[in-house]
Structures are given as C-alpha cells and as structure tokens.
C-alpha cells in the first residue's frame, strides 16, 4: 500500500470577505507526480500558498508525512519541500551563484560555511538547468526563462523530497520545459520525490502526471488520471474550449488538440467526440 506524504482536508481560504478557495481535499503518496490544472483565476496558486505556507487557511488542515504542517518549524519544513513559486523577482542584489546556494540553508546551522558537497551540489544544480556559465551573472539582469531557471535550481539543490511547484515552465521554451519535467519526473520515479504541481499546459499535464486534481471557481471539481480527466467532454466544461484527444503512438500519453470555434462549434452540453 502506497504511503501518503501529503493530505489536505477540507482546506478554505478568503482573502477579506471573498471566498477564494474552498472544500479542498487532495492527497498525494509518496513519489507522485500530482497535476493541480484549471482555468486562470480558479485558486490554484492560492492553494499552493496555503500547503507550503506564504498563506494561513481560514479552516482545514494540512499534514505532510503524518504532521500537522503549520506546527512544523520552519527548518523542519524545508528540509521536507522545496517551492517554486510563479514570482521569481528577489529584494535584493544576489549572483545567480548565490542565489542557488540559499537552497542548502536548511541543511546548515547559523553562520555554517559552505563545504565541498555543497559547491558540488550548487554545480550540479547550475549544469543540470544549463546555467553552469551564469553563476557569476546578476540575478536582476537576467530574463524571466532564465530567473525561473535559477529559482529551479536553487529548488534541486534543497535536496527536499516534496516539491511544490506552481507552474514552474512559465517563462521557459519548450526544451527546457521538457529538461525540468524529464528531470522531476526522474526524482521522482528514481527516488521517491514527490511532486505536486500547477501546470498550464494540459498536454504537458498529461504527459508527466501520474493523477490530476482540476479547480473551477475555486473548488476541485475532478480528479482522477490523464486519461479519466482530460476528455473532450471535461475539457470543453472546464474550459470551454472544443478539442478533440487521441494516445499517441509513441509516448502512450493523451494528446490534446484544439479546435477554433471557426472549425466546430459544439452544441450545449458537448464538447467534441467524446463528452464523457
């Protein structure tokens, strides 16, 4: 039987008297990768905020390996997730070295100095997103691909075994989209990293997730695999747009394509071939 890492029961959230996200329950086991997908604005960020902690639910609870996470401290925490948010804007004037080196603080006392391992696992970091030849290049003056990329690093080299990523191929072309999935997919598959993760892109979704949880409106309205969630038919509801989907033959994974409304305009309550 599978363990469970993280459950999250019954989670809700108002930013002032506005109800943003409620009746949220996901649980993730040990080495998933877990897709959180839906339309812009449905809450996913703001449940991501609320499970790695930048924000405090209004009610529900949220343990991770057995524990109530907002009873951690916050070391404890860090050493369990590491985070890529969507900001990747830093306060402050860092080298993207230095930058990547935060994610070994967790693993040091104060004032520790950096050992050999971790400029090890800083190169490591660096090489494996291909800025080894950025180290020493301000963070500010970077593009947004390549902040996100270090934000990335900095995550790897945190060495945590749950990463919570909120879409983190923002920014990011397509190669390097499929380096940092192929990557975590790998942790995840080869050491028994957990990943739950807002994505964007449906088709990438279904490539690299084992389940996904789908928001409208604030509430988790589906769950399931790829393949039970991303049909037509749930598609066109979610997001009101036609499609049509197939397994390709060569990955075994779902394959959506999009239909403008020029080409198919469904009628009430069907959306495409299959309106399961």
Not at 8 to 13: A, M
Not at 35 to 61: E, F, H, M, Q, W
Not at 259 to 269: C, D, Q, R, W
């Given at each position: 039987?599978?363990?469970?890492?993280?459950?999250?029961?019954?989670?809700?959230?108002?930013?002032?008297?506005?109800?943003?996200?409620?009746?949220?329950?996901?649980?993730?086991?040990?080495?998933?990768?877990?897709?959180?997908?839906?339309?812009?604005?449905?809450?996913?960020?703001?449940?991501?905020?609320?499970?790695?902690?930048?924000?405090?639910?209004?009610?529900?609870?949220?343990?991770?390996?057995?524990?109530?996470?907002?009873?951690?401290?916050?070391?404890?925490?860090?050493?369990?997730?590491?985070?890529?948010?969507?900001?990747?804007?830093?306060?402050?004037?860092?080298?993207?070295?230095?930058?990547?080196?935060?994610?070994?603080?967790?693993?040091?006392?104060?004032?520790?100095?950096?050992?050999?391992?971790?400029?090890?696992?800083?190169?490591?970091?660096?090489?494996?997103?291909?800025?080894?030849?950025?180290?020493?290049?301000?963070?500010?003056?970077?593009?947004?691909?390549?902040?996100?990329?270090?934000?990335?690093?900095?995550?790897?080299?945190?060495?945590?075994?749950?990463?919570?990523?909120?879409?983190?191929?923002?920014?990011?072309?397509?190669?390097?989209?499929?380096?940092?999935?192929?990557?975590?997919?790998?942790?995840?598959?080869?050491?028994?990293?957990?990943?739950?993760?807002?994505?964007?892109?449906?088709n990438m979704a279904a490539l690299y997730c084992d389940r996904l949880y789908v928001m409208k409106e604030g509430r988790i309205v589906l769950s399931g695999t790829p393949e039970e969630v991303l049909t037509p038919g749930n598609i066109f509801l979610i997001y009101g747009v036609p499609c049509d989907t197939?397994?390709?033959?060569?990955?075994?994974?779902?394959?959506?394509?999009?239909?403008?409304?020029?080409?198919?305009?469904?009628?009430?309550?069907?959306?495409?071939?299959?309106?399961?």
């Amino acid at each position: 039987m599978a363990e469970t890492r993280l459950n999250i029961n019954n989670l809700k959230f108002s930013y002032t008297d506005k109800i943003t996200i409620e009746d949220i329950n996901i649980s993730v086991q040990r080495g998933e990768f877990i897709g959180l997908i839906g339309p812009n604005g449905c809450g996913k960020s703001t449940a991501l905020k609320n499970v790695y902690r930048a924000l405090t639910p209004d009610s529900g609870d949220i343990t991770l390996d057995g524990k109530n996470l907002f009873r951690m401290r916050s070391r404890e925490a860090a050493l369990k997730i590491a985070v890529v948010g969507q900001e990747n804007e830093v306060p402050f004037d860092f080298l993207v070295e230095e930058i990547v080196a935060m994610g070994r603080s967790p693993h040091k006392k104060l004032f520790e100095p950096d050992t050999a391992e971790d400029a090890r696992i800083l190169h490591h970091a660096l090489e494996h997103l291909g800025m080894e030849n950025m180290a020493k290049r301000n963070y500010k003056h970077l593009s947004g691909g390549e902040k996100q990329r270090v934000l990335i690093a900095r995550a790897i080299a945190q060495e945590s075994d749950f990463l919570i990523l909120d879409e983190p191929a923002n920014h990011l072309d397509v190669s390097y989209q499929l380096k940092i999935f192929d990557f975590v997919k790998r942790r995840s598959a080869e050491a028994g990293v957990t990943v739950l993760s807002a994505i964007h892109d449906l088709n990438m979704a279904a490539l690299y997730c084992d389940r996904l949880y789908v928001m409208k409106e604030g509430r988790i309205v589906l769950s399931g695999t790829p393949e039970e969630v991303l049909t037509p038919g749930n598609i066109f509801l979610i997001y009101g747009v036609p499609c049509d989907t197939a397994v390709h033959r060569i990955t075994g994974k779902v394959v959506i394509t999009y239909i403008p409304e020029k080409i198919f305009s469904p009628t009430p309550g069907r959306g495409g071939k299959d309106s399961k």
